[in-house]
């Protein structure tokens, strides 16, 4: 390994192996046991019914049958790279019918494909639900989580192996996981510092090609080495990621800004309404004198307007300012996410931020 690198990652780490990959499977099943969450009278799943019990000796009716404890399923699961005939798989099963839960169901044997269309695996056992739904007579229901999906571990068992080039190929290709050509150089570079001159080659900036092994034996070994390798990326590009959604905004280290002036402040109007009432009289000269009659109330409006006006000096960047200092000045204003967003598109409209924004 490469030694006095403090940030040094691991190349298993920053990239892939070509061709050492995981391939999906996906199945049409039956989900059976269900305690009337099923399809229903669903031609499809009677159907499927039917054709089952077809295989098994039965020569029934789609008609003679209902699907109100059966449910027709996708499934669908991983295989991992390497997986040999008889191990395990972990598989997903989901409704595609009127299923309203697998709750306590029963996957009977469903064989999974890839894309080429062979069977690599085969799939049946009881499904794990961590969803719940209740329905009343009056039509009220309620739903925890997704009770129309559901999980049986372990519950596939490999049937073919997947070929793949690991033990034949000449060449190992390395894909980075962030296409760099700093980085797919300092991975070969660390790769010959390891094994020697002309063992890694970098193709381009995603993909660096090194020299495997002669002997199949040395390969697994060779690259439990190759994987522990240390090298230092290359720092990112500069870039500014703003979630408008959110207000959320990754500025990267990378992000300097040249000579640029800021002003940033606001104005504050409130306006108070409030009603004086005062009680009208009337003065009647009678006989004795004069006797004073209550009037209709006088409401005279009362209105108070306040303008306060936010005294935020502009503030100036120098060249080259760094991140933290931007981040402070901005920080400084009292600038919230909303304007932190603004500032940042101002600057970027001005060429001032040298940066790449991003707006998800």
Not at 190 to 207: E, P, Y
Not at 211 to 238: H, K, T, Y
Not at 260 to 285: K, P
Request: overall charge negative; glycine content about 12%; aromatic content about 4%.
């Amino acid at each position: 390994m490469m030694p006095g690198l403090a940030q040094a990652d691991r190349l298993k780490d920053l990239a892939d192996v070509a061709g050492v990959r995981s391939n999906p499977l996906v199945g049409y099943g039956l989900v059976v046991g269900l305690s009337g969450s099923g399809d229903g009278n669903s031609g499809l799943t009677r159907r499927s019914l039917q054709s089952i019990m077809s295989r098994l000796g039965l020569e029934l009716s789609a008609d003679d049958l209902d699907a109100k404890n059966a449910a027709a399923v996708m499934v669908t699961a991983e295989l991992p790279p390497f997986m040999k005939p008889g191990q395990s798989l972990d598989v997903t099963v989901s409704t595609s019918g009127k299923a309203k839960s697998l709750q306590g169901g029963t996957l009977l044997m469903t064989p999974l494909m890839g894309a080429d269309g062979e069977v690599y695996a085969i799939a049946q056992g009881n499904l794990v639900v961590g969803g719940l739904g209740v329905a009343g007579g009056d039509g009220s229901s309620v739903v925890v989580n997704v009770p129309t999906v559901g999980r049986i571990p372990q519950g596939a068992t490999v049937e073919r192996m997947v070929e793949t080039a690991f033990l034949e190929t000449e060449y190992f290709v390395l894909n980075l996981h962030r296409s760099d050509f700093s980085t797919a150089g300092a991975v070969a570079d660390a790769v010959n510092a390891q094994f020697g001159a002309g063992v890694a080659v970098a193709l381009d900036g995603s993909s660096v090609r090194v020299r495997a092994p002669a002997d199949p034996a040395a390969r697994v070994s060779f690259m439990g080495l190759l994987e522990q390798i240390e090298v230092d990326p290359a720092a990112p590009p500069a870039q500014v990621i703003v979630n408008a959604r959110t207000g959320t905004v990754v500025i990267g280290g990378e992000v300097r800004v040249t000579p640029a002036a800021i002003s940033h402040g606001s104005l504050t109007v409130r306006v108070n309404e409030d009603f004086n009432v005062d009680q009208g009289a009337t003065v009647v000269n009678g006989r004795d004198g004069g006797v004073v009659v209550p009037g209709e109330p006088v409401v005279t409006p009362d209105t108070q307007i306040e303008i306060e006006q936010e005294a935020n000096p502009a503030f100036v960047f120098d060249p080259g300012v760094s991140l933290a200092s931007l981040v402070d000045a901005i920080n400084a204003v009292g600038a919230s996410a909303a304007d932190l967003v603004a500032i940042l598109e101002a600057l970027h409209r001005a060429g001032a931020l040298r940066a790449e924004l991003i707006v998800i």
